[in-house]
């Protein structure tokens, strides 16, 4: 193994390009022994797809890699991780219907070892117990939260003995909380000598968090500097060149005292995947003009509670409605119909059709109406105007006509799946994370384009781990904790910390039924 410090992995001269455009372009990025290096650029820098080229996953059109000084050509996931390199991907590469064992020796098989599941599950338990990555080494990987699933994809890799560590945004699906604890854990993992890259757009983790960071935009390299000698507005000044950051919005709270409720929540309960109660009993109203954002860590009960006002999972007890219409037990079609857009947490599964292309995407929810359909027949050049109208007025980057979305960067499926939802009549706008993996610019963006929705009188009840995406758009902060609505502020009477305490279960005032409007 390479001494601290010593240069382990060098990428010359690196292109890759998707349909003629392209993603990487005379690309150079190296990699010492024992540091963490943030890789940072906006949606579409090219981030991803150097990670997924020293993953093995994508083959360079050109260009060298070295790994200790060797030439090196990683062909496959499985030679790259031979050479010990080993990458979580921004949508996560699990099979849903094993457990997270079985999910870890996926793969491994071939090679000479023949292991015991439960050889394995102990294996993992003492991984897990070692880098504070708690996750039940038994359970199904359908059963678990985004965030807990990242935590089996780290866990994978190592126990697969990476010592090259690629994280592609691991942070846009975690909590503070656990944010803390996985930069615990990549610290932790550098100081025995692993390296690490971590791709965020986040300024303070890369600052907080890595030895030096290298800066993508446009697919070309903009710079490789010491984290001690970066500030925020000269890494930020890299990454979108002479334009300026967009200023974040001053929050002014709106009045809401008399306005008219437009989504009532009544004592929901939702079962959650293992049968266990995963809503115990929520009650909550977002007004004309509000926004209510839900805090919470993960795995609390916010997926199961997203997916039954959405529809996609039956509630066991309570009500919803939306205005005067009792919609409980409304499909999601209807749902949408009558007046509920949502933006979901699971952007390739529930919210886009991944084999699609962005067109039919764009307008999946809206092709049997006028004017995309007239009389049963689907008109393709009124489908293809809204198409770029959609793409121009929400920025989506990197869309080709034909080009499925599953091959799009994250951020931009994101931009896709706002474009849909918000250009659709709606009273209420549902939106899970809606910022998560976007860069400074999208964010700003979405939280316009959020803030927005309740100029016009439509209501917002928003769903995010970051906590600051919380505090800056909502009119209303609930915490959710253990399936219960347990606490309640308006900006005014915030108190942050009692808010994190809640929000880990450290404080528990009980259940807080008056989740409607803040006293
Ligand atoms: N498999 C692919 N097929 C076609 N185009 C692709 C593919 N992967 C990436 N691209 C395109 O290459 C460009 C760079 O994408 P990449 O995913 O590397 O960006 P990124 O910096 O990771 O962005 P984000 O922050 O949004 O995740 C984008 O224009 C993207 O649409
Ligand atoms: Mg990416």
């Not at 150079?28 to 940072?40: C, I, K, M, P």
Request: hydrophobic share 40%; glycine share 10%; aromatic share 4%.
């Amino acid at each position: 193994m390479a001494a601290v410090g010593e240069t382990i992995l060098e990428v010359r001269d690196l292109n890759k390009s998707f349909y003629g455009v392209a993603a990487n372009e005379q690309v150079n990025f190296d990699l010492r022994a024992g540091e963490v290096h943030g890789l940072l650029g906006e949606n579409g820098a090219g981030k991803s797809t150097l990670c997924s080229v020293l993953a093995g996953l994508y083959r360079p059109d050109s260009g060298e890699i070295s790994l200790d000084g060797q030439r090196v050509s990683l062909r496959s996931p499985h030679e790259a991780a031979e050479h010990g390199i080993g990458m979580v991907y921004q949508h996560f590469r699990l099979v849903p219907s094993l457990t997270v064992a079985e999910n870890l020796v996926l793969g491994l098989k071939g090679q000479g070892v023949r292991l015991t599941l439960r050889a394995v599950e102990t294996r993992v338990a003492e991984i897990a117990e070692e880098y504070g990555l708690s996750v039940h080494p038994s359970a199904y990987i359908w059963q678990l939260s985004v965030g807990e699933q990242q935590r089996v994809e780290i866990l994978k890799q190592l126990y697969r003995g990476a010592r090259i560590l690629i994280l592609d945004e691991p942070t846009a699906v975690l909590a503070p909380q656990e944010c803390e604890k996985l930069f615990e854990v990549v610290r932790h993992m550098a100081d025995q000598d692993h390296s690490v890259v971590l791709v965020s757009h986040k300024m303070e983790e890369i600052l907080g968090h890595t030895d030096r960071v290298t800066v993508l935009r446009g697919g070309r390299n903009a710079g490789t500097v010491p984290t001690e000698d970066a500030t925020a507005s000269q890494l930020a000044t890299m990454m979108i060149g002479a334009e300026h950051m967009p200023e974040a919005g001053q929050h002014e709270p709106r009045r809401i005292d008399d306005a008219e409720p437009v989504l009532t929540v009544t004592d929901l309960h939702v079962t959650g995947d293992r049968g266990t109660p995963a809503v115990n009993g929520a009650s909550l109203e977002v007004c004309r003009g509000q926004i209510v954002g839900i805090a919470g860590v993960a795995g609390n009960g916010q997926r199961e509670f997203q997916e039954a006002l959405a529809g996609l999972r039956p509630a066991t007890s309570g009500s919803v409605r939306l205005g005067d219409r009792d919609i409980t037990a409304a499909s999601p079609r209807r749902r949408s119909q009558v007046g509920l857009a949502y933006v979901p947490e699971d952007r390739l599964g529930t919210g886009l059709a991944s084999g699609l292309t962005i067109e039919e995407n764009l307008v999946l929810k809206s092709y049997r109406e006028p004017p995309h359909s007239r009389f049963g027949v689907l008109s393709s050049s009124a489908i293809a105007a809204t198409a770029r109208t959609l793409v121009e007025r929400f920025d989506v980057r990197g869309a080709r006509r034909q080009m499925a979305v599953s091959l799009m960067s994250g951020g931009n499926l994101q931009r896709a799946i706002l474009a849909r939802e918000l250009t659709r009549s709606h009273d209420v706008l549902l939106a899970a994370s809606p910022t998560r993996g976007l860069d400074v610019a999208a964010t700003a963006a979405v939280r316009g384009h959020i803030r927005a929705e309740t100029d016009d009188g439509r209501g917002v009840l928003l769903f995010s781990e970051d906590l600051a995406e919380i505090t800056e758009l909502s009119d209303l902060i609930l915490v959710m904790s253990r399936g219960r609505i347990v606490g309640s502020y308006t900006p005014e009477t915030l108190d942050v910390e009692e808010l994190g305490l809640l929000m880990t279960g450290a404080k528990d005032h009980g259940a807080h039924q008056d989740g409607g409007r803040a006293a």
